[in-house]
């Protein structure tokens, strides 16, 4: 069985569209514990191996809710945990998010809680960029730096190779699940999802909870 991966960056950089088109947010280094490897995780503040070894056991993760949750139970204080989330994070669903989630981006507060909500559905970053941008134009670079948090799912039945190719930093947008999601057009429910995916991740069972969650079937 081929074994999930990346695109190598420099590929990747030439697939992904405009920013406008992209349904997860531009990136500025944030890691996924997800799929991250033991060296980056090592590298990140306040980690021990003992944490290291407790995020790995809990793969995948499938909200920063329950991220958070496990690193109090390693002793983080919330300082500590505020901290870290400028360096690693599950990113949350712009569109079906929970409070919970949203205000665990650090210095998003109530605030940008309430606008995140008002404008639902959100269907790009070009919108998010100019509806959060009204409420931060004080601080240019403090969209980009919420957006990178955040995602939009891909409609399985329609979303493009280039739209889906967005999401190869977390490992979904990659050329094997670009393939794999055209392959079985059209989706008509999560059940056939997790069984055609299901197919794939055998090794690996609960990654099929994992792209589960970046996708919906309209």
């Known amino acids: 069985m081929q074994s999930l991966r990346f695109f190598p960056a420099a590929l990747a950089l030439l697939t992904l569209p405009a920013t406008g088109l992209a349904q997860l947010g531009r990136q500025q280094g944030l890691v996924d514990p997800n799929i991250a490897p033991d060296s980056t995780l090592q590298r ?6 003992a944490i290291v070894e407790a995020l790995k056991a809990a793969r995948p993760i499938l909200s920063v809710v329950t991220l958070d949750s496990l690193l109090t139970a390693r002793s983080l204080s919330k300082a500590q945990r505020d901290s870290l989330y400028t360096q690693m994070f599950i ?4 569109n079906r998010g929970t409070d919970a989630e949203f205000l665990l981006i650090p210095r998003a507060g109530t605030r940008m809680l309430r606008e995140f909500k008002e404008y639902r559905p ?8 100019r509806e ?25 039945n329609t979303a493009s190779d280039s739209l889906i190719a967005t999401f190869a930093p977390i490992g979904v947008g ?22 055609e995916i299901g197919k794939y991740v055998r090794g690996n069972p609960k990654e099929v909870d994992r792209l589960w969650r970046y996708v919906i079937i309209k």
């Open 44 to 49: 990140l503040p306040f980690m021990t191996p």
């Open 91 to 94: 990113h949350v669903d712009l």
């Open 122 to 129: 959100w269907t790009s970053f070009e919108q998010f960029n």
């Open 132 to 156: 959060i941008g009204k409420y931060v134009r004080a601080n240019p670079g403090e969209v980009g730096r919420l957006e990178q948090y955040m995602f939009i799912a891909i409609d399985l």
């Open 174 to 195: 990659t050329r094997r699940w670009i393939r794999e999601f055209a392959e079985y057009r059209p989706w008509t429910s999560e059940e056939q999802f997790r069984r």
